[in-house]
């Protein structure tokens, strides 16, 4: 680990422009690269105390063992630059995006004398057309096997087009008139060219032009009495119709757009984007990458973008197809001005980058940040799910923690409330690295007077109090009424019952993860000690730097940001949180729909409801006279008075 100190340069050496910079460790590898509008101010931040840097770029500063610059002349400019070094030194403490899956794209290969239509993965290739990305190869064969109807231009690859100008036969496709057959001369490669420039027209949104043209050409054919023809071309409409409706409407006609959204924790970042031409969405992407780097949510879209749009500046005819006049995000980038700039560059025309706040757009945009979150939830799903990966967690977990034993079963705690009220606890509980929902406990938070707990800390000392008298409890075979008694805190005695009911707290955890960070382990380590438990170890996940709190210890233990068992402390926390905000959710609803009505006994919620409907309000149900109440449907004369009895004492 190297001393940042030694690698300093001196202050005067660094220029003050705008440039590019590169930190390599000590085997010449670059292993960060970043921009600034001034080299000498954002590089001194770099350089200061250790300690007061971020975690990640603490570490980053002390792998380096040099450091070197760049000067360029705009700002544009060494955004360019930064993304052609990250994308040629992969450096490991930079943001990637990874593509959460290969996405296939319709493309029309222009390039060639002999355009050809065919699904396409990988890198693009200069000089043809691309339409997506799709989710689904299948998706653009259905597509392209309904197009060819009307734009039967070539799709079949070299060797076949070959062995048909050799034999002078077409192939199948040529015989039912789903290709031109420019292979046999049916058609000369000017006008085949023009065909697949009308199938790239219409894929980029001028669908209405094609329409109206077979509307008239059908018309026409009827007129001659050609009713053959006019069939066909009837058949050939609906095919072009069923691809326009395979592509749903969502924005203004004419409408062009990529609308980003980004879904993240501290350790990653999901994003995903829908590619929306002509008012439609014609594609859908995603990705997932780490946050390796100390970045803010703008600083991530300004990586994005880089990646997204920075290889279409080796694409000469990249134009407005790969980039689009607007560009909506979840967060604007700091630097907006110097990336639609670079993005103008690149389109040869406007680029409008902005965040959605109303409207149809924002409605979309909402849309996309669903399917992101989905994204990370399962990408943190199936990361959790893999064998390996559960295994490497709870051995980095027994390793790190300095556990006696691989911690199989695992319960972790929060707390929710609002302001104090309507406070509840949540435990849930992973075995084998996996949720067993079936074992998850809700706990209703009393506090010493009943009212609840006077903070977090003394909230989480009483759920935990509460679920380990339970255990010991049942450990020792008491009966459904002694748990009661022991979960209030008496000392209950007696002969072992001889029947057992069902043992609900039973199975001890080697490990209990609390949300929080030293406050809240303390608390719980305390409540384990106060009922003589001491084989059960207590950490806490602190949300901030996800943090790893052991009790006793004035300094937290940081897991690597790539462990495995990091990934879990992280998503037991994160479920923790999910069932206790659900339950808390729902405790809040009730109380804030209780009626008067609630505590009249004998009086359910359809009996409730038929009083309401009758006299509007509670207020009205008070004034009203016992008979008037009484002849309400379900009322009786016994419940009605008591009804207005409950009702005359408040």
Known sequence: MADPSTYRPKPGEIPTSPGVYRFRDAHRRVIY?????????????????????????????????????????????????????????DPRFNVKYRDDKSYPYLAVTMSEEIPRVQVMRGQKRKGNRYFG??????????????????????????????????????????????????????????????????????????????????????????????????????????????????????????????VFAMAADELEASVQ??????????????????????????????????????????????????????????????????????????????????????????????????????????????????????????????EHLGLAESPLRIECYDISHTSGTEQVGSMVVFEDGIPRKSEYRHFVVRGPDGTGARDDTEAMNEVLTRRFRRYLAERDGMSADELDAVEDGEQVGGPVPATREKRRFAYPPQLVVVDGGAPQVAAAHQALADLGITDVAVVGLAKRLEEVWLPGEDFPAVLPRTSDGLFLLQRLRDEAHRFAITHHRKRRGKGMT??????????????????????????????????EIARVKGIGPALAASVAAHLGER
């Open 133 to 258: 990305p799709y989710s689904h190869a299948w998706a653009i064969r259905e597509t392209v096997d309904l197009l060819l109807r009307v734009f039967p231009i070539r799709s079949c690859s070299k060797g076949v087009y070959r062995r048909a100008q050799q034999t002078g036969r077409p192939c199948l496709l040529g015989y039912i008139d789903k290709c031109a057959a420019p292979c046999v001369d049916r058609i000369s490669a000017e006008d085949h060219r023009d065909l697949a420039e009308d199938l790239c027209a219409f894929m980029a949104g001028e669908t209405g032009q094609a329409v109206k043209r077979l509307e008239r050409e059908m018309k026409q054919a009827s007129a001659e009495l050609d009713f053959e023809r006019a069939a066909r071309l009837r058949d050939d409409l609906g095919a072009l119709r069923r691809v326009v409706e395979k592509n749903a409407v969502v924005l203004p006609d004419g409408t062009n757009a990529d």
């Open 273 to 398: 984007v829908f590619h929306v031409r002509g008012g439609r969405i014609r594609g859908q992407r995603g990705w997932v990458t780490e946050r390796v780097e100390d970045v803010t949510d703008a600083e991530l879209v300004e990586r994005l973008l880089e990646q997204v749009y920075g290889d279409l500046t080796e694409d000469e005819d990249a134009g407005t197809d790969a980039v689009p006049k607007e560009i909506v995000v979840p967060v604007l980038p700091e630097n907006l001005s110097e990336i639609e700039a670079w993005l103008r560059g690149i389109r040869g025309a406007a680029v409008r980058i902005h965040v959605a706040q109303r409207g149809d757009k924002r409605a979309l945009a909402e849309t996309v940040e669903q399917n992101a979150k989905q994204a990370l939830a399962l990408h943190k799903t199936r990361r959790a799910g893999d064998l390996t990966a559960r295994s490497a967690a709870l051995s980095e977990l027994t």
């Open 594 to 627: 209780r009626s008067a009505l609630d505590a009249v006994p004998g009086l359910g919620p359809s009996r409730q409801a038929s009083l309401l409907k009758e006299f509007g309000s509670v207020r009205a149900l008070r004034e009203a006279e016992v008979e």
């Open 33 to 89: 690269v970043g921009k600034a509008k001034n080299l000498r101010a954002r590089l001194s931040n770099y350089f200061q105390n250790v300690a007061a840097l971020h975690p990640r770029t603490a570490q980053m500063v002390t792998t380096a063992a040099s450091v070197e610059w760049t000067v360029v002349a705009t700002e544009v400019e060494s955004l360019a630059l930064e993304y052609s070094w990250i994308k040629e030194y």
